[in-house]
T-cell receptor
Framework: GENVEQHPSTLSVQEGDSAVIKCTYSDSASNYFPWYKQELGKGPQLIIDIRSNVGEKKDQRIAVTLNKTAKHFSLHITETQPEDSAVYFCAASSPQAGTALIFGKGTTLSVSS | GAVVSQHPSRVICKSGTSVKIECRSLDFQATTMFWYRQFPKKSLMLMATSNEGSKATYEQGVEKDKFLINHASLTLSTLTVTSAHPEDSSFYIC???????????FGPGTRLTVL
């Protein structure tokens, strides 16, 4: 089955700096890769996703890149703000719509002002 | 946007009792819903996949007789933790997808504490 590895487990940056979180996956058939932000005591919130037919997607300060050959994808947050502090999870799913997501272990991002 | 609700948000129960958690898709019909469990400072672990009108598919190691899942309609799935024990204490989160979509929309989670 699919296995998703995520690094780093914790990341501390200064406000205004960039943050990068990286994930690798094992199943070459996976083709959907979302990123979720989870605040304490709340459910995960989808912040950006990418499908395997594109290499990069951007939404304001957030971008995701995908390298299918190497089977890794990354989340990039620019101009970080204290409210970006949260746990971020990457995930992957197989081609069939409606298939469950396999999550990475999460990255705790701390942005200090 | 797609909204998924869960009820209750928190529940405390005595050991040996059963607890039911509801997951609802408020503004869309979800043929598939998923149930996850999350321990403190850990990732989400898939428990089961719930398809409307059919039996749930459980992940390896998840006891189907202990975690009863019912997906009776396109907008409601329920998870019942039967004969709860302290080790069942956890954060339970559901998600739902559009019938032909990839995106999963998560509920706010239910914090279960078994005394």
């Amino acid at each position: 089955g699919e296995n998703v590895e995520q690094h780093p487990s914790t990341l501390s940056v200064q406000e205004g700096d960039s943050a990068v979180i990286k994930c690798t996956y094992s199943d070459s058939a996976s083709n959907y890769f979302p990123w979720y932000k989870q605040e304490l005591g709340k459910g995960p919130q989808l912040i950006i996703d990418i499908r395997s037919n594109v290499g990069e997607k951007k939404d304001q300060r957030i971008a995701v890149t995908l390298n299918k050959t190497a089977k890794h994808f990354s989340l990039h947050i620019t101009e970080t703000q204290p409210e970006d502090s949260a746990v971020y999870f990457c995930a992957a799913s197989s081609p069939q719509a409606g298939t469950a997501l396999i999550f990475g272990k999460g990255t705790t991002l701390s942005v200090s002002s | 946007g797609a909204v998924v609700s869960q009820h209750p948000s928190r529940v405390i129960c005595k050991s040996g009792t059963s607890v039911k958690i509801e997951c609802r898709s408020l503004d869309f019909q979800a043929t598939t819903m998923f149930w996850y469990r999350q321990f403190p400072k850990k990732s989400l672990m898939l428990m089961a996949t719930s398809n409307e009108g059919s039996k749930a598919t459980y992940e390896q190691g998840v006891e189907k007789d202990k975690f009863l899942i019912n997906h009776a309609s396109l907008t409601l799935s329920t998870l019942t933790v039967t004969s709860a024990h302290p080790e069942d204490s956890s954060f339970y989160i559901c998600s739902a997808t559009f019938p032909s979509g990839y995106e999963q929309f998560f509920g706010p989670g239910t914090r279960l504490t078994v005394l």
